[in-house]
């Protein structure tokens, strides 16, 4: 509490009156005054700093640019084994509570975790939590889905002995990302996601005292800032602070007006996540009792975005040999641009290698475009009349879909609404729709055919792969072995391979996921370190599988294994090249 600065710029020297740092513990509510005003404050952290010489430099805890990632790691150690009243343990011998995870273990350590000092400061810690925490978990997005409610209930907290007070914020819903003040907890993950992994720094700490709080960064909305809408803030955050715009009311509204057809399509990285949320396992997560599920919510016609990932082949791999076999008309290297938070990301960021992304739309959106063309004037309806979903796993998407260039069909938005994975799960709830019971059922034709290299978009590396297996073939006439191209799968963020087409030469491509990752990629192409052809970008760590729309599973990142689920549709597929999907030739 030495030396805090108040809004104002004043300070108050030292509570001297408290000079035991047991005190604080014991009582986080304190009352003091200094030299303006006196007040109530919360102490929601005490850290030993080395105010003294003889305890060695003092640790900067204020301190917010780091070297390097080491750097800021050592810090968050310091900061946590410096914490007086975290994570509280008892151990004998020592007059106050220490910190379990920073706490190191000794020859003789005798541990107690859950004496009655132990459990009052762990109540007391939780109580000062919700006490600046609307609480409405029956209303809220991820009621039964959420680490404080789960903590408050293990430790037995039914009443709040602290006067509630939340911060009170305008919900902005014209975006795809939504921030309710009321929830935040200011555990800070948002801004290390955003920050260390994805480097965007689009959430910051705002405001000092009791008022401080995590808005966006350098006073901006998120409609004014460069958020990319990845969503990775959102699958970090453990409470209901942070969410996916819901689209759902309106996408009910479509399903009832018997005026409307409506049509849905499922993104590939949608079918290995779905029935997670359902706790449904093998032959009850099949992608055909999902498809029965959406046509028992009233969807007249279920297709498969893998349909339009094959479609996407053809277009970018086309375009990719008419760029490699006449370069030097061409800015190098070709990107790939299926996924919206990355063209967001190289528009604010690197704007300057704009025109190096593929000309084609992305999957999504080309289906939209067929859906509304091709599609309604095979079935005889009026494509006004038609209303176009998109299942995916992804945030970005719903801001891809409201682009005023995405309107090529009729005049309207190609696809009219878009619902993450978890939208649909809830959808599936409120209609008491049990996905798991239902037969399973195919997808709708001309447009629900797929090949296995369109599943495997869902996975990182898994666009570049498919792309190289029908470059191969328009180029020599054969089909490649359809496991040629290994080096551009699996986890690794950064991956680089060359690989030889007959007729074409040499291709230099690069696969990398996450946007701090792209972020080194785009640099290293700035400085002529990197020097490639094809590059293939996802905005999410592991791609799609790690999507911001996926379901949220606290403390574990399953977009590993999600997409070796996918890369195992792709072995099990009848047709694994996108140039022989039937109904692409048929297309054409």
Known sequence: LHGHNMNDGSQFAAILKYGDLEFYKQNPVIIFDDIYRSGTWKVFAVIKVNTLASQGT?????????????????????VRSRSLIDCPVEVEGSDRLAAACDTPVEEGLVVHT?????????????????????????????????????????????????????????????????????????????????????????????????????DVSGNRTLKTSDCTFCGQCVTHCPTGALTARDDTVKVLDALADPEITTVVQIAPAVRVAWAESFGLTGKKAATGKMVAALRRLGFDYVFDTNFSADLTIMEEGSEFLERFTHRDRYHWPMFTSCCPGWVRFIKSQFPHYVDCLSTAKSPQQMFGAVAKTYFAEKIGVDPHRMFVVSIMPCMAKKSECALPTMRDACGDPDVDAVLTTREMDRLFRSDNIQPGDLPEEAFDSPLGTGTGAAVIFGATGGVMDAALRSAYYLVTGENPDPDAFTAVRGNKPWKEAVFSIPGAGEIRVAVVSGLGNTRKLMKALESGQGRYDFVEVMACPGGCAGGGGQPIHDGEELAGKREDALWKLDQKATIRFSHENPEIQSLY
Not at 58 to 78: C, H, R, T, W
Request: glycine fraction near 4%.
């Open 58 to 78: 003092p640790f900067p805890y204020l301190q917010g640019e780091f070297a390097s990632e080491e750097s800021f790691l050592k810090y968050v150690e310091q």
């Open 114 to 214: 859950n004496t009655p000092k132990v459990r009052k400061a762990r109540r007391v810690n939780m109580e000062l939590l919700l006490s600046q925490h609307a609480s409405y978990c029956s209303t809220c997005i991820r009621s039964g889905n959420c680490p404080l409610q789960k903590l408050a209930n293990d430790l037995n907290i039914h009443e709040m002995p602290y006067h509630v007070h939340v911060a009170r914020g305008y919900t902005d819903t014209s975006t795809p990302l939504v921030r309710q003040a009321s929830k935040c907890i200011k555990c800070m993950r948002c801004v290390q996601i955003c920050e260390k992994v994805q480097t965007m720094g689009i959430w910051d700490l705002a405001g000092t005292g009791s008022r401080t709080t995590v």
